[in-house]
Nanobody
Framework: QVQLVESGGGLVQPGGSLRLSCTAS????????MEWYRQRPGKERELVAT???????NIADSVKGRFSISREDAKNTIYLQMNNLNPEDTAVYYC??????????WGQGTQVTVSS
C-alpha cells in the first residue's frame, strides 16, 4: 500500500507561481510512475505531468513551458512547479502513483485557485 499526501495549493494571482508537493509513504519501493493530474471545474480529470522512476519526465502540451515536475527521492516526494499561472489553471490537483503491479494510488487533491 502507498499513501500520498499533497500540499502547496492555494490562492494565487494571475502570473504567479506555486509549487505543489506529493509525499509518498508505505511501500514506496514499489512505485514506478508518478504523475500529476488536475480537474478543472466542469471538466474531466487530465494528465499534467509524469515522472518515471528511471528518470524520464513529460509535461502535457497545455502547460509545457510553464509547469515542471521534479523528484526528491530522499524524501519520497515529487513536486509540480507551476509558473505564470492563469485562471484556466484553477483546478484541484491530484498526485497519482502506480506501482510495478499496476496498482494505482491517488492523493486527496489540493485546490489551486488563480484569481485577482
Amino acid at each position: 500500500q502507498v499513501q500520498l499526501v499533497e500540499s502547496g495549493g492555494g490562492l494565487v494571482q494571475p502570473g504567479g507561481s506555486l509549487r505543489l508537493s506529493c509525499t509518498a509513504s508505505g511501500s514506496v519501493f514499489s512505485i514506478i510512475r508518478m504523475e500529476w493530474y488536475r480537474q478543472r471545474p466542469g471538466k474531466e480529470r487530465e494528465l499534467v505531468a509524469t515522472a518515471i522512476k528511471a528518470g524520464n519526465t513529460n509535461i502535457a502540451d497545455s502547460v509545457k513551458g510553464r509547469f515542471s515536475i521534479s523528484r526528491e527521492d530522499a524524501k519520497n516526494t515529487i513536486y509540480l512547479q507551476m509558473n505564470n499561472l492563469n485562471p484556466e489553471d484553477t483546478a484541484v490537483y491530484y498526485c497519482k502513483n502506480t506501482d510495478y503491479r499496476g496498482y494505482v494510488y491517488w492523493g486527496q487533491g489540493t485546490q489551486v485557485t488563480v484569481s485577482s
